[in-house]
C-alpha cells in the first residue's frame, strides 16, 4: 500500500468569528470564537488522521509562534516533521454569518527562505517517491520562487510519486510542466484555465476531460459545489452526485477534506469509481462541521451510501 504524504510550505492558523447579523461597514459582534492550526495540507492530513487513514504531514513552521502549532498538531494526533524558519505563521480570520457566503481575509505575510525547500525536498526524496501519494497545496509563500518550487515537485514526480497538486500559484502552462497524477481546481481556478464556468454537470465532465486531453494533468476533478463534482481521466469520465445539504455549516477546508478522501481511497486500493465517490463523500462531510474541522467518520459513511458516480 503506498503511503501518504502532505506538504504545507505556507501554514496558518484559521481564526473563525460567528457573526450572525454580520454588515459590512458596521460594528458586528461576535458570538462564538475558534482557532485551528491549518493550511491546506495540514486540512487534508487531519481529515485522514480523523478517519483513520495513517499519513505524515510536512510542515514549514515560523518560530515565533510555532509551539502552538506543534502543540495542536499534537493534541490531532497527526504525525509531521516540521521544518523551523525565523518569523511568523500568519493568520487566517473567517467570518460566517447566519445566512449568506463566508467572508475569508487571508494574510500573505509568511516568507520562506529558498534553503528551507532544499531540506524539504531532500527529507521526501529520503523516502522512495514511487512508494508515496503526495499531496502538495496551498499557495507558494513569499521568499521562494515558483521555479524552485516546480523543480522540486517535477523531481519528485519523475521520481515515481503520484502528485496532488492543488495551488492557485500554478498556472495551466505550469501544470502541464509538472503533469501531475490530480489536480481539483475550484471555481476560481478553472475560470482562470477555461475564461468560464461550467453550467451543468455534463459540461463540467467535457471540461475536466479537455484538461486532461491537454495535459494539464493525468486526472481532473472539478467541483460542482453542493452538487458534486466531475471528474476525467481521459477514458473515463464521471459525473460525481452527492445529498443536498439542507444547511452547510462550512464549505472552508471542503476541498482539502475531497483531496483527503481521494488519497485514502487509492491507498485502500480501491476502484477508480469507489475512490472518488469516497472523495466527494469527504469533501461534503466536510461542509456538515464548523470552520476547517474536519470530516466526521460517521458523516461521511452517511453521505457515502448517498453518493453516485454516474459514467459517462
Known amino acids: 500500500m503506498k503511503k501518504i504524504r502532505t506538504i504545507t510550505l505556507n501554514p496558518c492558523f484559521d481564526w ?8 459590512a461597514g458596521k460594528e458586528n459582534l461576535v458570538t462564538d470564537l475558534s482557532m485551528e492550526a491549518g493550511g491546506k495540507g495540514v486540512n487534508t492530513s487531519r481529515a485522514l488522521r480523523v478517519n483513520g487513514v495513517e499519513n505524515l504531514a510536512y510542515i514549514v513552521i515560523g518560530e ?19 521544518f523551523k524558519i525565523p518569523g511568523r505563521i500568519r ?16 494574510l500573505n505575510t509568511f516568507r520562506v527562505p529558498e534553503a528551507v525547500l532544499a531540506r524539504v525536498e531532500a527529507a521526501v526524496l529520503a523516502e522512495d517517491p514511487a512508494e508515496l501519494l503526495l499531496s502538495f497545496s496551498g499557495r507558494i509563500p513569499k521568499g521562494l520562487e ?8 517535477k523531481k519528485l514526480i519523475d521520481g515515481g510519486a503520484k502528485a496532488v497538486v492543488d ?13 501531475p497524477w490530480f489536480i481539483k481546481p475550484n471555481e476560481q481556478e478553472i475560470e482562470a484555465f477555461l475564461g468560464r464556468t461550467p453550467k451543468t454537470a455534463r459540461e463540467a465532465a467535457r471540461d475536466a476531460e479537455a484538461l486532461v486531453k491537454a495535459g494539464v494533468s493525468e486526472t481532473v476533478m472539478i467541483s460542482l459545489g453542493g452538487d458534486g463534482a466531475a471528474f476525467s481521466d481521459g477514458e473515463n469520465t464521471y459525473v460525481l452526485k452527492v445529498p443536498k445539504l439542507e444547511n452547510p455549516v462550512s464549505t472552508i477546508g471542503a476541498g482539502d477534506s475531497t483531496v483527503a478522501g481521494l488519497l485514502a481511497g ?3 486500493g480501491l476502484s477508480q ?7 466527494v ?16 467518520p460517521e458523516d461521511v459513511k452517511t453521505v457515502l451510501a448517498q453518493t453516485k458516480a454516474e459514467r459517462l
Open 16 to 23: 473563525h468569528y460567528t457573526v450572525p447579523d454580520f454588515s
Open 64 to 82: 515565533e509562534n510555532g509551539e502552538a502549532f506543534v502543540a495542536q498538531m499534537k493534541a490531532d494526533d497527526i504525525a509531521c516533521r516540521y
Open 91 to 106: 493568520e487566517n480570520i473567517t467570518i460566517h454569518p447566519e445566512e449568506g457566503k463566508e467572508t475569508r481575509i487571508s
Open 146 to 153: 515558483k521555479e524552485s518550487v516546480k523543480k522540486m515537485l
Open 167 to 179: 495551488s492557485a500559484s500554478f498556472t495551466p502552462d505550469d501544470l502541464k510542466e509538472l503533469h
Open 266 to 268: 487509492t491507498a485502500q
Open 273 to 279: 469509481a469507489e475512490a472518488l465517490r469516497l472523495a
Open 281 to 296: 463523500a469527504y469533501g461534503t462531510a466536510a461542509c456538515m462541521t464548523a470552520g476547517t474541522l474536519p470530516p466526521r
